[in-house]
């Protein structure tokens, strides 16, 4: 499976953003799918994921209340929406997958951890 983020510019803080992340092959219906970023200077941070299903989600401190996580399994796609963008939140977001769709696996996956495929990235940058 690759996976290729896309939907990343430029916007004023208060702005919006929608990400996607599209599976080039294959089902994508089965691995529990994650958005995570990294700023400059900084380390990778978990953003949200969601299970194989859309049943199950979970969100980084960074992300609750503005972001949203959803996925159409129909398109192999996962999407992020970025509300109330904040000049905090520049950063590059990559997309991740797992293979596997065991308990341990997607428990794994929905806290940030465990992914076996990576996307690209794609940049966000938000002014003030």
């Known amino acids: 499976v690759q996976l290729q983020a896309s939907g990343g510019g430029r916007v004023q803080s208060g702005g919006s953003l929608r990400l996607s992340c599209a599976a080039s092959?294959?089902?994508?219906?089965?691995?529990?799918t994650g958005w995570s970023r990294r700023a400059p200077g900084k380390g990778r941070e978990f953003v949200a994921a969601?299970?194989?299903?859309?049943?199950?989600?979970n969100y980084g401190d960074p992300a609750k209340g503005r972001f949203t996580i959803s996925r159409d399994n129909a398109k192999n796609t996962v999407y992020l929406q970025l509300n109330n963008l904040e000049p905090e939140d520049t950063a590059v977001y990559y997309c991740?997958?797992?293979?596997?769709?065991?308990?341990?696996?997607?428990?794994?996956?929905?806290?940030?951890?465990?992914?076996?495929?990576w996307g690209q990235g794609t940049q966000v940058t938000v002014s003030s």
């Open positions: 991740a997958a797992i293979r596997s769709t065991g308990t341990l696996a997607t428990a794994s996956a929905l806290s940030g951890r465990g992914y076996d495929y």
């Open positions: 092959e294959g089902t994508f219906s089965n691995p529990t």
């Open positions: 969601i299970s194989w299903t859309g049943g199950r989600t």
